[in-house]
Nanobody, 118 residues
Framework: QVQLVESGGGLAQPGGSLRLSCAASRSIFSIYYMGWYRQAPGKQRELVAVIASAGSTNYADSVKGRFTISGDNAKNTVYLQMNSLKPEDTAVYYC????????????WGQGTQVTVSS
């Protein structure tokens, strides 16, 4: 079991920045990968960025060069630094943890709202 608690969402102006945090209830080093997803009204949930336990990262094309995912093993926390925000980044952002053992289990946070508007 992994409990995830997100924070850091809010309102930002276009071109602005926000940093999301996701605190996990266990060592993120032991988690296969952690990621951020987002869901805008009327749209499906989509992958934003993921980071593997070994440190490799992957990003959606729409956020490459603007968003950075990172992890702090000492704090069991994953971050999403979002720069150069655009109105189309507006969505509820969800933290995900995928644990791979005998089975694959996905855990989700409660979501945090990000609104980009002038």
């Amino acid at each position: 079991q992994v409990q995830l608690v997100e924070s850091g969402g809010g309102l930002a102006q276009p071109g602005g920045s926000l940093r999301l945090s996701c605190a996990a209830s266990r060592s993120i080093f032991s988690i296969y990968y952690m990621g951020w997803y987002r869901q805008a009204p009327g749209k499906q949930r989509e992958l934003v960025a993921v980071i593997a336990s070994a440190g490799s990262t992957n990003y959606a094309d729409s956020v490459k060069g603007r968003f950075t995912i990172s992890g702090d093993n000492a704090k069991n926390t994953v971050y999403l630094q979002m720069n150069s925000l655009k109105p189309e980044d507006t969505a509820v952002y969800y933290c995900n943890a995928r644990v791979v053992g005998i089975a694959v289990n996905d855990y989700w946070g409660q979501g945090t709202q990000v609104t980009v508007s002038s």
